[in-house]
């Protein structure tokens, strides 16, 4: 038993339970809830809503329209008409217009919007054909339609996300209508758009509102919303955090751990911050103030770990699935990308609330069962060997009954499926069900984790569906999230029923248990609606700013002017990128926020990089730009993420947001890390290679956590704090030192820059230095220096020198001219485009720098890098510290401090 420590801090009372979810509310499925038939109307478009998307998920379509004859397959301009057109109507119903609106009704006038909304959507879907008809040849009433849907749309996505993001979209039409206008500097006016033009790119073609964006809402995000709604409503929610708290809670700090492993758990099935504070900050974080946290860095730990969440795979934010579409590779890879950067900031953010633990000297929960420390290490391998080789024996036995009965196997698996299914509900059937503990009564017992684990493994079936299909199989998104789907609505329906049937209970409770399951279905699914309207109205309000970027060119203006700004220095352009994602994450979701900073600033990281002699994959640029979207719920002053934890915590919001995000520094040092080196998302690397990787990156994050707690085996000394920082990045950056020693190019004469091509190996990166005269100042010499990935060897020199860059160069002697390039929207195209190709001075290749082969591994410098960690672990040593940590250890008092 543990007391609750005496805190004298001055903090606001905590939330209670419905005012938490009233919270949840307002930011995710809407703070309206009529009761009689406006309530009924508003649970049934959801419903309805829900049935749609798992209908266009399905092969129904298909099946129905082949045995019909009649034509019930949508295409994906009729589906995303009809997705935000039940997603507009939702949100003027269930999203009040003021927050003096009424609650417990909907007025006259919103029912009146909703409607109109809603046909302004369905107008898309109505009159396809007519408008497939005439691109670009808008009538008056396609105009008249365009434009009420477009004020409404802003309207609603005020109502459901707050007015930053309606506010930027207005910005940007602005800009369309107004780009000419003298009051705007040169570098970034243009010529302008008709009201005509405007409504044509943003309503009437698939350019704008109807775009990319709210294609992968309807087509990936809805289903994987869907997903987490019903598999928290089947219980597994409750059972993450219990099994978090059998695991963990017993340890130092170890609610805080507990939290961040809840989260990180809840993150596998959920995309929202806020409703993973409440979900499992509910129960955590009363017990971190119990043990001695304050009510700030309580909130702070689950804000962290939540937000991570949306990182973390197989079911990350709505971001993510955007990346598929924006990047052009599949949603596995995606995961593949996602996934150490996920794992290890995850195992760092353990560590940290570890140290912060032993830092404060904070008490333990007494575990109701104990082991000597041996049998405990034992136990855990041989529970870890079994996972491990049960897995295997399952993808071998899965693989074996493809291959023995390959027309039968769907069938089969199925059944196989099914009957694992029975045998795990019978299994926790044998155990009562988890009930929520309330983390303010006097006593709180610890869970028993064989305890725990015994009443929910039926839950991870579904998440293994999810797995399997989206990783051995590689089925689309979309349709993985569809069979798992099925799967969790058979487990809903049937679990309580079976298990009333298991336990010899009487058939009168079997028939309440089975209407009760009924029941849990249809609120999953009304859930999974709402859940799912502030998304549909971001992402199609941010279509807005795609429209605006691809219709006035203002990204290629945007990278004139941060290469302007930061003098073509990448990190100077990844710094200024970083500040406009947290700018305007101040005030946008992280959907919306992904989507504006990387229609503007993704490809320009890509471009300005190689136009400056750095190769930055474009995921690599997407996975930046998505890191600090996420901190959009962390930031001061509207990081809804940390006042849902305030509200939990009772402590204070600002002081919380910036705890959190001292806390999350781990996943601002991550991109600019990944960035440079690749290998940190698993890109072009072995499985040794990954594992190496994964083991390098967990140390390195733990090594930065101690160096920024100020805590490691005893309080740091300020040097060793920077001694710690130094060994961080010798880790994760080696090649930047090795930069330093040995140059990472050697030059070759430009005159055999064919031969230099065609020796280089597969993939192999090459720069050349430019020169020419400048277009308006041709007395005026430019140069510019540019990077190329090779491609694949095997052809000529001058062949694979013209595929890689799209140059085409003469050799006149010791020189080597360049014509001007062909495709001016390519790379070189943009970068070359201030020179002038037709002056008397012809532009020139200067200078030809290859991968310097002959270099040392950058792996030497974990050397240095290990000793100095030692000198680091020496002196704490000598003042009383251990690996585990002791608060207690001598150091100066400005050390403290």
Not at 793 to 807: D, K
Request: aromatic share 10%.
């Amino acid at each position: 038993m543990v007391t609750k420590p005496d805190n004298t801090q001055k903090s606001t009372a905590p939330l209670n339970e419905d005012e938490l979810q009233d919270l949840v509310a307002s930011a995710d499925t809407g703070a309206r809830d009529p009761a009689g038939t406006a309530g009924y109307i508003i649970a049934g478009v959801a419903l309805c809503w829900s049935l749609f998307q798992l209908y266009i998920a399905s092969p129904l379509p298909f099946m129905l329209s082949s045995a019909t004859g009649l034509s019930l397959v949508f295409n994906s301009a009729q589906s995303r008409a009809i997705h935000l057109a039940f997603g507009l109507f939702l949100a003027f119903m269930a999203f009040p217009a003021l927050s003096s609106s009424p609650r417990d009704r909907i007025p006259v006038s919103d029912w009146v919007l909703a409607i109109l909304a809603a046909c302004c959507a369905l107008y898309i879907f109505v009159f396809y054909h007519a408008l497939a008809q005439r691109p670009g040849l808008p009538i008056t009433q396609d105009l008249v339609v365009a434009g009420i849907g477009m004020v409404l749309l802003l309207e609603a996505a005020r109502r459901a996300l707050g007015p930053p993001l309606a506010i930027v979209a207005i910005v940007f039409l602005a800009y369309v209508f107004f780009g000419s206008s003298a009051l705007l500097p040169d570098v970034i006016r243009w010529g302008g758009a008709s009201f005509g033009r405007a409504m044509e790119q943003m309503w009437l073609s698939p350019n704008g509102v109807f775009g990319v964006a709210l294609g992968v809402s309807s087509a990936f995000v809805f289903l994987f919303v869907l997903f987490g709604s019903m598999l928290d409503r089947a219980g597994a929610g409750n059972f993450f955090i219990k099994l978090a708290f059998a695991l963990l809670g017993h340890l130092r700090g170890g609610p805080a751990k507990a939290a961040v492993l809840a989260s990180m758990m809840t993150g596998l099935i959920s995309g929202s911050s806020i409703a993973n504070v409440v979900t499992t900050g509910t129960f955590t974080v009363p017990l971190m103030k119990r043990v001695g946290f304050s009510p700030e860095k309580a909130g702070s730990v689950e804000v962290a770990s939540s937000v991570n969440g949306q990182i973390m795979p197989p079911v990350m934010g709505a971001a993510a699935f955007l990346m598929v579409e924006y990047v052009g590779i599949p949603y596995l890879q995606v995961i593949k990308h996602a996934f150490l950067p996920a794992v290890v900031s995850y195992i760092a953010l353990l560590y940290l609330v570890h140290l912060e633990a032993v830092k404060n000297d904070l008490p333990v929960l007494e575990k109701r069962e104990t082991h000597p420390a041996m049998i405990a290490l034992m136990r855990s391998g041989i529970v870890i060997a079994s996972i491990v080789i049960l897995l295997g024996a399952i993808y071998y036995a899965i693989n074996f009954i493809k291959f023995v009965l390959p027309g039968l196997s769907g069938p089969v698996l199925m059944l196989a499926l099914l009957v694992s299914y029975l045998a795990l509900i019978w299994y926790a059937s044998k155990s009562p069900d988890l009930e929520l503990d309330d983390p303010n009564a006097p006593v709180v017992e610890l869970p028993i984790a064989r305890e725990v684990i015994r009443t929910g493994l039926h839950y991870l079936l579904p998440l293994f569906v999810l797995v399997w299909s989206l990783m051995v199989e590689r089925k689309s998104p979309g349709l993985s999230a569809f069979y798992a789907v099925l799967l969790l609505i058979v487990i809903i329906v049937t679990q309580k029923p079976l298990k009333a049937l298991f336990r010899g209970l009487q058939s009168a409770e079997q028939r309440a248990a089975f209407k009760e399951g009924f029941d849990d279905l249809v609120v999953g699914l009304i859930l999974g609606a709402r859940n799912m309207i502030g998304i549909a109205c971001a992402t199609a309000a941010a279509g807005i700013i795609v429209g605006t970027v691809t219709l006035t060119g203002i990204g290629q203006v945007m990278a004139e002017f941060v290469e302007l700004l930061s003098g073509g220095n990448i990190f100077l352009i990844l710094v200024f990128t970083a500040l406009i994602s947290l700018v305007l994450g101040m005030g946008l979701p992280t959907t919306a926020n992904y989507i504006v900073v990387s229609s503007l600033m993704a490809p320009v990281i890509v471009e300005l990089g190689a136009a400056n002699g750095v190769l930055i994959p474009l995921i690599a640029a997407h996975m930046f730009v998505f890191y600090f979207g996420i901190m959009a719920d962390v930031t001061p002053p509207v990081g809804l993420a940390s006042f849902a934890a305030a509200a939990v915590s009772g402590g204070d919001p600002i002081k919380t947001g910036f705890t959190a995000f001292f806390y999350s520094l781990r996943t601002v040092l991550l991109p600019f890390i990944f960035v440079f080196n690749t290998d940190l998302l698993l890109i072009d690397v072995s499985w040794f290679e990954a594992v190496w990787v994964t083991l390098q990156a967990t140390v390195a994050m733990l090594i930065f956590a101690a160096a920024t707690q100020g805590f490691f085996m005893a309080r740091n000394r300020w040097w060793e704090s920077i001694a710690l920082l130094l060994v961080t990045f010798m880790l994760l950056r080696p090649g930047f030192f090795l930069d330093l020693v040995q140059p990472p190019y050697i030059t070759t004469e430009p005159a055999k820059i064919f031969e230099a091509v065609a020796e280089e190996p597969d993939d192999a990166e090459i720069r050349f230095t430019i020169r020419g005269p400048n277009f308006d100042d041709p007395d005026q010499m430019d140069e510019r220096t540019m990077a190329f990935n090779l491609g694949a060897a095997g052809e000529t020199g001058e062949a694979r020198f013209e595929a890689a860059t799209g140059l085409v160069a003469q050799i006149d002697g010791e020189q080597v001219l360049l014509e001007e390039p062909f495709d001016m929207n390519s790379l070189a195209g943009k970068t070359l485009s201030s020179l002038d190709f037709y002056a008397d001075e012809p532009v020139r290749i200067t200078a030809v720098e290859v991968s310097n082969e002959g270099r040392m591994p950058r792996e030497i410098f974990y050397l240095p890098a290990a000793l100095l960690l030692v000198l680091v672990m020496f002196f704490q040593r000598r003042r009383g510290g251990t690996l585990a940590g002791n608060p207690k250890a001598g150091a100066p008092r400005s050390a403290e401090a």
